[in-house]
């Protein structure tokens, strides 16, 4: 969990190496590179039931010099 309290997930690995289509409770999939989002019931359970991972989120791009 991050500070504002959501968490970071990403679709679990399929078979042949893609990522599982995970719908989102609004407005399409859940992004392949995973997303950060609110642990609500919904989550709680794709998490628990296999379908997305607890991953953790890519490090913050540094800025050019």
Known sequence: MNNDG???VK???QKDGSAL???KLQ???LAAEGEWVNPETY???RI???DV???TPPAAAKPAK
Do not use: Q, S, T, Y
Request: charged share 30%; glycine share 10%; hydrophobic share 45%.
């Open 53 to 55: 991972v607890r991953a």
């Open 43 to 45: 989550w709680l359970r």
């Open 21 to 23: 289509k995970v719908r």
């Open 27 to 29: 407005n399409g999939h």
């Open 11 to 13: 679709p679990a690995p």
């Open 6 to 8: 959501r968490i970071f």
């Open 48 to 50: 628990a039931d296999g």
